[in-house]
Each structure stands twice: as structure tokens, then as C-alpha cells.
């Protein structure tokens, strides 16, 4: 399993194929938001998600024990919004998502990204997302599959698929569409950053 898989790895494959609500565990996810919440990472996090690429839209969610109920987040891009709490885990809570389409061809999806975006970034903010995903990522290996230890070979800055962005460094624009990927080099060599609308996701890059 090369390390990039983490980035955007696969957690639960769906297997029922009724268009019916599916229940997976939240111990599950209680266990991976562990290895975030016992670090240090101001600017990073995890996150869940039903890919948009797949057949499998996401209705409504809810996270439920043996007593209690609660409506989940989720946003327009199927970004599922779990809470880090033990209690829940004890209380052996179930994550429960409304799908409409054919739930065995499911999955959700982790992802490491920034906790924010925005238009314009110094380098030493940059640097600082690079570094706290490389100090995650290494925090996660072996949980809960193997991982590359080597570093990470730079950031992802997402945007619209197809959508043309205007993209200035150091005073030098270009044009990028869908995608900037900026290696750890330029990371390194670069002052300011700037962009004509925010990114959507700030994400590991790895050329594995």
C-alpha cells in the first residue's frame, strides 16, 4: 500500500445493495480522529468524506446509540462532519447515512487537508501546513494499514475541476485549471502565493 492512499484512502467499502440507510461503526472513525486530536496540528486535519466521483449521493446522516440521536453535517461535497468524542465510542454509536443509489458501490474516503483555505499565503504558512502533514502522516503509519515513511513530496492546492485559476508566486502569474501542485522545492524557494479564488482543499502531494 504506497503512503499516498492515506491521503484520500478507502475506510469502509459498503457491501449491502439495498437503496436503504447503511450503519457503520463510529469506533472506527473515533480511532483515526484519535491520532489528530493527541497531536499538534493547528493547520491540518482529517477528513471524511462520500467521493464525489462515485455513483453514490448522500442524502441526510445521523449518529445514533441505544438512546440518543443526532442529525450529522454533511456538506454539498458529501463531506461527512464527525465529532471526536469517547463517550459515543463507549456508547458503541453508529454512523448512519441515507444514500441514494446502489450502497454496495459505497465507500467513504480519508483525507488529510488544511483546516482553511484562502487566496493568499507567506511561505512560512505553507511550510508550516507541509510540515505538520508530514509529522501526521508519519503519527499515522501502521495505523491502520502500512505507509511509506518518507516525506510527503509537496501540497495540493484544489480548486473546481476544469475551473481556470490565476496563480501568482513571487510576482510571476500563470494559469492552472483544476490543480496546483507545488513541489517541496518550490515550497521552499517561494516568499508569497497568491490566488483569484480560494483553493477548495490544500491536500499532501506524493509522486508515489
Request: hydrophobic share 35%; aromatic share 8%; glycine share 6%.
Amino acid at each position: 500500500m504506497k503512503k499516498g492512499l492515506l491521503f484520500s484512502c478507502l475506510l469502509i467499502a459498503c457491501t449491502s445493495v439495498q437503496a436503504t440507510p447503511i450503519s457503520l461503526e463510529y469506533q472506527g472513525f473515533y480511532q483515526r480522529l484519535k491520532q489528530v486530536n493527541k497531536g499538534h496540528y493547528p493547520l491540518v486535519e482529517i477528513a471524511f468524506s462520500v467521493p464525489m466521483s462515485g455513483p453514490c449521493i448522500v442524502k441526510s446522516g445521523t449518529l445514533t446509540t441505544e438512546k440518543e440521536s443526532f442529525p450529522l453535517t454533511i456538506t454539498d461535497r458529501q463531506r461527512i462532519f464527525l465529532p471526536y468524542d469517547e463517550k459515543l465510542k463507549s456508547d458503541r454509536a453508529l454512523v448512519n447515512l441515507d444514500i441514494d443509489g446502489d450502497s454496495s458501490k459505497c465507500s467513504i474516503a480519508m483525507q488529510v487537508r488544511a483546516k482553511q483555505t484562502k487566496v493568499q499565503y507567506l511561505q512560512a504558512e505553507v511550510v508550516q501546513i507541509q510540515t505538520e502533514m508530514d509529522e501526521l502522516l508519519n503519527d499515522m503509519q501502521g495505523f491502520p494499514m502500512r505507509y511509506f515513511s518518507s516525506d510527503i513530496a509537496g501540497l495540493n492546492f484544489e480548486f473546481t475541476p476544469d475551473r481556470k485559476v490565476r496563480v501568482t508566486i513571487d510576482g510571476l502569474e500563470q494559469v492552472v485549471t483544476g490543480v496546483l501542485r507545488l513541489p517541496r522545492d518550490k515550497i521552499t524557494s517561494l516568499n508569497k502565493i497568491e490566488f483569484d479564488t480560494k483553493p477548495l482543499v490544500i491536500s499532501p502531494w506524493t509522486n508515489g
